[in-house]
């Protein structure tokens, strides 16, 4: 399909999905702030044409649509599906080898080839001179936010040993020294960690080089959670329809068709401050210590496009890339989670924070109903891969329900509140991992995991008023319904003085199972009428916002045989607490500066 990141813009621009912004722009901030607006009224890809600073123009808004990113892969897609399927489990080939038969010539006739006049050697340059493009004001500096990194372990100078990841890049700000080190966000556990635990055994310099742009399945190949022996590079051969070009320089490996190239070595026993960042929880990710790199040498090819996306809270371009798996991977999830028929990890609630599954329960069907098979099913879920950094994972019964649908969250709530038993449901781990991004555990990338199970019958009417039977105490007040059965109440502020001691006159003003027959769940916060205005604020506040073990409590709860229930509603506290990291907020100057852009190109975003 598309040979290039330049390419793929004019295909765009050809069928009215792109728009040029020919005046000025600055990348600190202002960029961004033309991104999010045009992102939030579903518009089209943008280029800005001349950036503040730099020689070189810029791209975003790519994959702004679910609609954009189909069009982008239209031509590829369907083959590519065939061969994750196949790769996840051979035995599909014997199954439906009609289905398969040119799927092994897929995978082979996208192997990656060496370039020996590489696009991307076309030129050098620096970091100072690229656009340095900041998302957000606390932002610790600029940052690449659609990069392949690309490393090779010891000894290797094979493609196929690659890892290809997209992990940020500081480029400018704290202690870095402009154009000659940046900064990179990565955790040792995970695939370019992996690498560098093994340079940190030898004496050979950990080389490695950041890719940006080039075809757009290239930034995509960065993210995908890959089955077992295919690689990024020949995935994402696969879905551009082209053979991934690669190049040497020296010791580093470059993609010969990137727009640019930062080859470097990373310092193998020092770190420098990385951070802040505005990330796609809708916080900043606080400034930490993370691995920084030596730069060694800018490349890019002629007429390059910077490729950036701008994050923050969800949905946001990079929704995209989730549903992009999802159409890949839907069909593996039963042969990855055994009896599991549906899985959505909630994007308004910024994807890890919240999973809500549907289950089966195979076994014993004249037994009482009581959620036996799916609590076994919720723990796969919650020691898999990426689904292991959930927080909250809530798991329903399909027998229950055969046609609820996982995605309809406000339809998965009801049918969940209506059925669950307080006192049975609630499946606690503490003091555990979660996220690294989620602030709302007990301390960095510590938290805890809530299980919440339910089968068999409804067993209570959801109501649609707030309940006459609520009883709000001194600092509590403005009751608002957020859906059937979930309200949320506005409390005190949360302080380390008063701590959760403060929610106690409310649970104790509450006693009595009355309310649960109307109301089980109430979310105490900050901003009622804010979570009540629309359901993926209820599900971005409750549940990034709060730690189980910490924050959910019960009305009338108890503890039994190390057990914990409750006979009345189940109550989040929601509030905001002195250790969450700041949200993100946008420059009232700059949004007066984009609303005259936008006024002077006639635009009404």
Known sequence: MH???????????????????????????????????????????????????????????LYGTYARTDFLFRKTLPNVKKVVELKADPANFAKNPLRYAKSPFTALSALPRRHLRPAVKYAQTTIDQLPLVKSWPMDGGAFVTLPQVCTLPPGSRKPMDTNLGMYRIQLTGNDYVTNEEIGLHYQLH????????????????????V????????AFSAIMPLPEGLSEMTFAGMLAGRRFGYAW????????????????????????????????LGYYSLQHDFPVMDVETVWHRKDPLWHFTVVGRPPAEDSSFGYLIHQLVEDLTPGE?????????????????????????????????????IITQANRILGSGQTSLAKYCLIVAQEDD??????????????????????????????????????????????SKLIWACRGEARRTLSATVPDALSLPEGYGAPQLVAPGILAVQGPTFTKEDGYASLQPFLGANAGAGLLEKTPLIVVCDDSAFLAADFSNFVWAAFTRSNPSHDLHGIDAFTEHKHWGCRGPVVIDARIKPWHAPGLVTDDAVTRRVDALMERMGLTY
Request: charged residues 25%; hydrophobic residues 35%; glycine residues 8%.
């Open 249 to 280: 320089d020296r010791d580093w490996l470059l993609s010969a068709d990137a727009d640019f190239v930062i080859t470097g070595t990373i310092r193998k026993g020092e770190k420098k401050p990385e951070g802040p960042f505005g990330d796609h």
């Open 337 to 373: 989670f055994p009896g599991i028929r549906q899985i959505n990890a909630v994007d308004e609630a910024g994807v890890h924070p919240l999973l809500l599954a549907v289950g089966s329960e195979r076994y014993m069907p004249f037994r009482e109903k009581v959620p036996e098979e």
């Open 3 to 61: 040979a290039s990141l330049r390419a793929a813009v004019a295909d765009l621009e050809r069928t009215g999905q792109l728009l040029r912004i020919t005046e000025e722009v600055d990348p600190d901030l202002e960029m961004a702030e033309i991104h999010r607006r045009v992102f939030a009224a579903r518009g089209p890809a943008i280029l800005y044409e001349r950036v503040k600073g730099s020689p070189f123009q810029a791209v975003s808004n």
């Open 211 to 218: 890719f940006i742009g080039g075809p757009p399945s290239h």
């Open 190 to 209: 995970r695939g370019i960690g992996v690498h560098h635990t093994e340079y940190n055994r030898t004496d050979a310099p950990f080389r490695a080089s």
């Open 402 to 447: 055969p046609a609820l649908n996982a995605n309809d969250q406000p339809a998965f709530f009801r049918h969940l509140l209506e059925r669950f038993d307080p006192t049975r449901d609630l499946h606690f781990q503490t003091r555990t991992t979660i996220d690294t991004l989620d602030y709302s555990g007990s301390g960095w990338n510590a938290g």
